[in-house]
């Protein structure tokens, strides 16, 4: 069951640089999260799309751009990455239901900017 | 004040030991809520729901206190793999992010 796959698992860029972290899930979930975790900081959410077709910022979207490629893909780029954004990334989905669902997350991307 | 809190501890307990870990949360509307386990440099995985009657997973249980607004984790007979990092987390219904606490640390020690 492979679940959220995100690559990918780690990526050094330079100041400047642009990249698109990669995630997607075959769980055939409706909603997909990203998130940034840094030290002393906890998970903070970067966009999300809550169905395909529609995306939303989140805590912290700036420095950030995301598409939903399709049901099961949901990438983040970064336009010109910049020191702050060293983090550990994680992708995350979600069924959309009557109930509440908890979020599966991928193993995380580990960038560092230099 | 944030969403939902935690203790960050860290919690250093004994083999065999109880421990319990509580988590406030701020939005009354909320509906949905969860324990997560986060190992060092892992992604967290989820380690239970929180219903409103409680519940229990073999040596973990969880319970909701809607009127104070907090969750709660217990942990019986500790074992040194529960040392974790333990993330509350709560939702306000499908669609939505869950917002999550920035975790408590726990550290069995023999």
């Known amino acids: 069951n492979a679940g959220v796959t995100q690559t990918p698992k780690f990526q050094v860029l330079k100041t400047g640089q642009s990249m698109t972290l990669q995630c997607a899930q075959d769980?055939?979930?409706?909603?997909m999260y990203w998130y940034r975790q840094d030290p002393g900081m906890g998970l903070r959410l970067i966009y999300y799309?809550?169905?395909?077709?529609?995306?939303d910022k989140g805590e912290v979207p700036n420095g950030y751009n995301v598409s939903r490629l399709n049901k099961r893909e949901f990438s983040l780029r970064l336009e010109s990455a910049a020191p702050s954004q060293t983090s550990v990334y994680f992708c995350?989905?979600?069924?959309?239901?009557?109930?509440?669902?908890?979020?599966?997350f991928g193993d995380g991307t580990r960038l560092s900017i230099l | 004040r944030k969403e939902v809190e935690q203790d960050p501890g860290p919690f250093n307990v004994p083999e065999g030991a109880t421990v319990a870990f509580n988590c406030t949360y701020s939005?009354?509307?909320?509906?949905?809520f969860f324990w997560y386990r986060q190992d060092c440099r892992k992604e967290p995985k989820l380690l239970m729901s929180?219903?409103?009657s409680g519940n229990e997973d073999g040596r973990f249980t969880a319970q909701l206190n809607r009127a104070s607004q907090y969750i709660s984790l217990l942990i019986r007979d500790s074992k040194l793999s529960d040392s974790a990092t333990y993330l509350c987390?709560?939702?306000?219904?499908?669609?939505?992010?869950?917002?999550f606490g920035k975790g408590t640390s726990l550290l069995v020690t023999p």
């Open positions: 995350a989905s979600r069924e959309r239901s009557i109930g509440n669902q908890p979020q599966h």
């Open positions: 939005n009354s509307a909320s509906q949905s």
């Open positions: 987390a709560v939702g306000r219904g499908s669609g939505y992010a869950l917002n």
């Open positions: 769980m055939n979930h409706n909603s």
């Open positions: 929180v219903y409103s």
């Open positions: 799309s809550a169905s395909e077709g529609t995306t």
